[in-house]
């Protein structure tokens, strides 16, 4: 589909409605950034536990390079139950959502916000939420982008910590999440960006609630697997995969490189790219937004939205910024981005 330039309309003081939505699995927490159009997708954000929509995306969506962007697709970012800021406890008698049921919540938003589709931005629990969603309905998902994505059911170490966290928390509510949860996704920051990981253990224990957000991380830690299949022209023709254009994010010091290696692993080729992004660790749409702005251009123009995306591109091969490295790359690739043409992953430089 083609989006011609003279509907990319600016929008400088965007309508935002704050609701909670009611789904079979209890209210969502949900912010509509803008007006949805007929023509349009709408970006749908889905933040990793731990976080909110503002800690999770402010810093990439406030980014001055995101302008262009927030310019023509709304934005609908959703909450998990009890996530977002100010929640009170949920009631002892709730009983809180798997992540597949999680998944199963979102049409209700989209049907009160009245989407008719959407391109996906998660990060982590997001990420699988999201990848979910678009499993069970493709009719509803133009594209995804995923950062930091596990489609592997949660392992033993997973559930033992979810299990010892669940009896820990109620003496040392902090605890958990200060040590184990950060350090595993955000262990190159921990020991290069002090202040970083310093503002988000703030957030964590001063902006969450902890009753709450143990149940998100309970419901994460017993995931199941994703069950994705990549197609084998002639052999598997009863395949499971993700059928929207797709493109996962890692930064190439995260600790979620494997997983997300092995998801690309699983996904069909022609639809999806993997990028790693050099120096950068488990947080790169806060560490380095600018270079995910710059491969969400890249995806959304190649989906044919907005061909003004382009010229933003073509200026940015000037700008001096470090390059990104992109596996399997199936949009545009600039002078700024490397590209492993083979099914084997080895990394060429395209000029």
């Known amino acids: 589909m083609e989006v011609d330039d003279n509907e990319c309309e600016s929008v400088f003081e965007p309508h935002i409605t704050e609701e909670h939505v009611e789904t079979h699995y209890g209210n969502v927490h949900c912010i509509m950034v803008g007006t949805p159009r007929a023509n349009h997708p709408v970006l749908l954000t889905f933040h990793d536990v731990g976080l909110n929509h503002k800690s999770c995306f402010d810093t990439l969506f406030n980014h001055e390079d995101m302008r262009e962007i927030n310019s023509y697709l709304p934005v609908c970012h959703v909450e998990a139950p009890g996530q977002h800021e100010g929640a009170k406890t949920l009631p002892s008698s709730y009983i809180y959502p798997s992540m597949d049921q999680l998944s199963e919540a979102l049409p209700a938003v989209l049907k009160h916000f009245g ?34 994505i596990n489609p592997s059911a949660a392992g033993l170490i997973d559930s033992v910590a979810s299990k010892v966290s669940s009896v820990v928390w109620v003496d040392h509510p902090s605890c958990m999440l200060n040590n184990s949860n950060i350090s595993f996704k955000y262990c190159d920051e921990i020991e290069t960006n002090h202040d970083l990981i310093a503002t988000y253990r703030h957030n964590i224990t001063t902006t969450m609630n902890q009753s709450n957000l143990t149940q998100f991380l309970h419901s994460y830690n017993n995931r199941n697997a994703l069950e994705v299949e990549r197609p084998i022209p002639g052999e598997n023709i009863n395949f499971r995969t993700l059928k929207c254009s797709t493109l996962l994010i890692v930064g190439d010091n995260s600790p979620a490189v494997e997983a997300v290696v092995d998801c690309n692993s699983k996904l069909n080729p022609t639809e999806t790219t993997l990028l790693k992004m050099a120096d950068c660790g488990g947080l790169p749409q806060v560490d380095q937004p600018a270079k995910v702005i710059e491969a969400l251009k890249y995806f959304i123009q190649g989906m044919g939205y907005c061909k003004s995306l382009l010229e933003w591109t073509n200026r940015s091969r000037c700008s001096g910024r470090r390059p990104v490295k992109a596996v399997r790359s199936t949009f545009p690739v600039s002078a700024e981005l490397y590209c492993a043409a083979s099914t084997e992953r080895d990394d060429v430089n395209v000029p």
């Open 115 to 148: 989407l008719r589709r959407v391109i996906g931005l998660g990060v982590g629990a997001g990420a699988y939420i999201l990848a979910k969603f678009a499993l069970n309905h493709p009719d509803l998902v133009d594209g995804l982008v995923l950062i930091n």
